[in-house]
């Protein structure tokens, strides 16, 4: 059924209706905005919130950041915020796929009506011009009729009247003749208009408006058809994030489950054990071996030496149950019980040593820099390393010093001294220790630095000879020299190895910097694992590496 058959005369039914319609879809629009505010502010909420009850490692030695407990709730604190970034996800999408689409689908269908009611507004025009000059035609003829009747009669009068004259009578009956005429030409003019307005009228109502009001049906079921595709969207946005929803919920889950109360006490041990011996029996005192009376006196004689009276020494702190006095904190941590203090020293004497170790390196670096100076100046001047080269001697002597005295304070706490100084001992001067590759790279790093300060100078000691090749008194290029020194280390360098595998639960275009793509079901290798940020570095076969979402894979570490 057709709106142009069955409701030709309810123009003003229809134009209400379209524009009903048209106000309907700007009110779902309003709803969904809403909708996204609530979403927005939610995920806002849940980021804040966990970030409130996020826990600050006060220390790396903290005991907390030990315990499966602490490990769960970081954990679920981390779910929560990708839970957070989903909530975001709907908002967005609901935006971008509802309002944003609705929006512009609206201004469309609001021009589009508003052209088809201009078209009925203007053939509505036409067929009231024509019916008005049909009335103006009719109202002309019905006029002339009269003045030609009364004419008629006047001149029939004339004819009969003895009194007139011929002339009188001739004149009266042209003037009768003429308005007959002339109502005879407006009889026919009202005809041609009468039957001109009929056509138009069948034109207007049997095809004209017809077809407006169908083009308006048609406008007002695309409508209908649309506002359901975004009613739909508005449950479809929901449940296309809800499977990595459910997956921050297991999340969650496993997160519960992966406590465990065993290994929590075995940590509090671990970490608050002191290596004290319990306390052995107390010996009896027997005050009364102190009192003896002398043979001579009558009375009780006084005790020789120093007597403790009973009752004096009964106030013996029970530390077991006391509160403790906050020991003052010294740099050997002999405040700490002993196997605290053990772990402290060979913590903080590791900690030195690395810090050693990158001074050596760095000396051995610019000991070779040195010498890249010495063999080639136009690359530098070596005198200008001396004070780099001065302060780090320095620091190497002072954090033996450091070595040395931490090692002692071990070694009296009963730790493992002696290996640790075997260790440092083979730190020297001359660079005998095998040095980390990273060293190279600062090599390089500081080389590069200077080099950008004396490029400008690099043809004034390689002279170009007139056909492009070097002159026989140009100098080696010394960039061979240099980067041939690393040569064989470089081609060691190998990529880091992987730590697991992944699988891919969802697709990922990896649009971003720094991101790689992925297709759903897709493995690969994991290569640095997620750090609370949300993102997973991986590499596939090919070499290729890039950060993906750590809620889109699922991740198998190697054991």
């Excluded at 915020?81 to 796929?97: C, H, K, V």
């Excluded at 019916?131 to 006047?154: G, H, I, P, T, V």
């Excluded at 009889?187 to 001109?196: E, G, I, R, S």
């Excluded at 100084?421 to 040095?435: I, L, M, P």
Aim: net charge negative; hydrophobic share 30%; with cysteine.
């Amino acid at each position: 059924m057709d709106w142009g058959t069955e409701l030709w005369d309810q123009y003003d039914i229809i134009d209400k209706h379209t524009q009903s319609g048209l106000e309907l879809v700007e009110k779902y629009v309003k709803f969904v905005k809403e909708r996204t505010e609530i979403e927005q502010n939610y995920a806002k909420q849940l980021r804040n919130l966990s970030k409130k009850y996020n826990l600050k490692r006060s220390s790396k030695d903290d005991l907390e950041s030990r315990l499966s407990t602490y490990q769960a709730f970081l954990d679920i604190l981390n779910e929560m915020n990708d839970y957070a970034g989903q909530r975001e996800l709907i908002a967005e999408n609901m935006m971008m796929n509802i309002c944003i689409d609705l929006t512009k689908y609206l201004q469309e269908l609001k021009l589009e009506r508003k052209t088809y009611l201009m078209e009925a507004k203007k053939a509505q025009q036409c067929l009231e011009s024509t019916y008005k000059q049909l009335d103006s035609s009719k109202k002309r003829f019905e006029r002339e009729w009269r003045e030609a009747e009364r004419a008629a009669q006047y001149a029939e009068k004339t004819d009969q009247d003895i009194n007139a004259t011929k002339a009188d009578v001739e004149k009266a009956k042209q003037q009768a003749h003429m308005r007959a005429h002339i109502a005879e030409e407006c009889k026919n003019d009202y005809a041609a208009q009468l039957q001109k307005y009929n056509k138009e009228q069948s034109q207007f109502y049997f095809n004209d408006m017809p077809l407006i009001f169908n083009k308006l049906q048609d406008l007002d079921e695309r409508r209908v058809k649309k506002l359901a595709q975004g009613y739909i969207l508005f449950s479809d946005t929901e449940k296309h994030v809800m499977p990595i929803i459910g997956k921050c919920l297991e999340g969650i889950t496993k997160a519960g489950t992966n406590v465990n109360e065993r290994n929590d006490s075995i940590a509090v041990i671990e970490q608050n054990k002191s290596g004290f011996e319990r306390p052995g029996d107390l010996e009896f005192e027997d005050y009364s071996q102190g009192i003896n009376r002398a043979s001579s006196d009558s009375s009780l004689g006084t005790p020789k030496g120093h007597v403790d009276l009973p009752g004096k020494n009964r106030s013996k702190n029970f530390w077991l149950f006391s509160k403790k006095s906050k020991p003052t904190v010294t740099e050997d941590f002999a405040h700490l019980p002993p196997e605290q203090r053990r772990k402290r020293l060979q913590q903080k004497l590791d900690e030195i040593c690395k810090e050693l170790q990158k001074e050596v390196d760095q000396s051995e670096a610019l000991g070779k820099m040195k010498d890249v100076y010495e063999k080639n100046p136009q690359m530098g001047d070596p005198a200008s390393l001396a004070s780099q080269i001065s302060q780090t001697s320095q620091n190497i002597e002072r954090l033996r010093g450091e070595v040395n005295k931490y090692e002692t304070w071990l070694a009296e706490a009963g730790g493992r001294g002696d290996t640790v100084r075997h260790k440092t001992q083979t730190f020297n001067n001359n660079g005998a220790h095998d040095v980390q590759r990273y060293h190279y790279f600062l090599l390089i790093d500081i080389m590069f630095d200077t080099m950008r300060c004396c490029l400008c100078c690099t043809f004034f000691f390689f002279p170009i000879s007139p056909d492009g090749a070097h002159s026989d008194e140009s100098t080696p290029d010394p960039s061979q020299a240099i980067y041939a020194e690393f040569d064989d280390d470089f081609e060691d360098e190998e990529l880091s190895a992987p730590i697991g595998k992944c699988t891919a639960m969802y697709n990922f275009p990896g649009a971003s910097e720094g991101t790689i793509s992925m297709q759903e079901g897709e493995v690969l290798a994991v290569v640095e694992e997620d750090k609370g940020d949300g993102w997973t570095r991986v590499r596939r076969n090919n070499g290729d590496e890039g950060y993906i979402p750590t809620s889109y894979v699922t991740i198998n570490l190697n054991k």
